[in-house]
């Protein structure tokens, strides 16, 4: 019943290489996040998006790019991956007025390693 | 700026006992939401309960209490009776714009 999907689960790829997370929705959301998880750091956000087109940089987001050309798709490209680009990965959407207090609803996660 | 402080990075509590994980937060707005997530070792975010910075009562969803102290800018989660199910890493967060969390408390049930 998952409203949002993020792809891939896992991946390993190598230093210098260009990497793109997907995030796919179907709850017609306008708000769209990408956060990183990484211990002792809880989750941080890297770029969000308020509708199509529109977005914009959170507090940890050199290295990282976005884009979204349809409501339901939020990208997420590393351009040239480094080791500390090691980390899990989020997507979370939200209807943020209508249902406020609801917060976040959450991808399950993509676990991405820089080797 | 916003900020969301837990001080504790891990918590131990025996099976059935009742506990409280901290949390503080700081922000110039006057309207602002709190809430707090669990995440299992499997990886995914859960929604446990919410607060508004206007709502008069601490927020309640079953097992889960949320003590808000608007003064004190603190809003602990109280588990009650707690369960082997429960163990798993608990973040607070607090809702603008965006979301900021905090760094997350690590909980362990023991039998």
């Known amino acids: 019943d998952a409203g949002i999907t993020q792809s891939p689960r896992h991946k390993v790829t190598e230093t210098g290489t260009p990497v793109t997370l997907r995030c796919h929705q179907t709850e017609n959301h306008r708000y769209m996040y990408w956060y990183r998880q990484d211990p002792g750091h809880g989750l941080r956000l890297i770029h969000y998006?308020?509708?199509?087109?529109?977005?914009d940089k959170g507090e940890v987001s050199d290295g990282y790019s976005v884009s979204r050309s349809k409501t339901e798709d939020f990208l997420l490209t590393l351009e040239s991956a480094t080791s500390s680009q090691t980390s899990v990965y989020f997507c979370?959407?939200?209807?943020?007025?209508?249902?406020?207090?609801?917060?976040?609803?959450f991808g399950s996660g993509t676990r991405l390693t820089v080797v | 700026a916003q900020k969301i402080t837990q001080t504790q990075p891990g918590m131990f509590v025996q099976e059935k006992e009742a506990v409280t994980l901290d949390c503080t937060y700081d922000t110039s707005d006057p309207s602002y939401g709190l809430f707090w997530y669990k995440q299992p070792s499997s990886g995914e975010m859960i929604f446990l309960i919410y607060q508004g910075s206007y709502d008069q009562q601490n927020a309640t969803e079953g097992r889960y209490s949320l003590n808000f102290q608007k003064a004190r800018k603190s809003a602990n989660l109280v588990i009650s009776a707690s369960q082997l199910g429960d163990s798993a890493m608990y973040f607070c967060?607090?809702?603008?714009?965006?979301?900021?969390f905090g760094t997350g408390t690590s909980l362990t049930v023991i039998p």
């Open positions: 967060a607090m809702r603008g714009i965006q979301f900021y």
């Open positions: 979370a959407i939200s209807d943020f007025w209508r249902r406020y207090h609801l917060g976040y609803t």
């Open positions: 998006s308020y509708g199509v087109k529109d977005t």
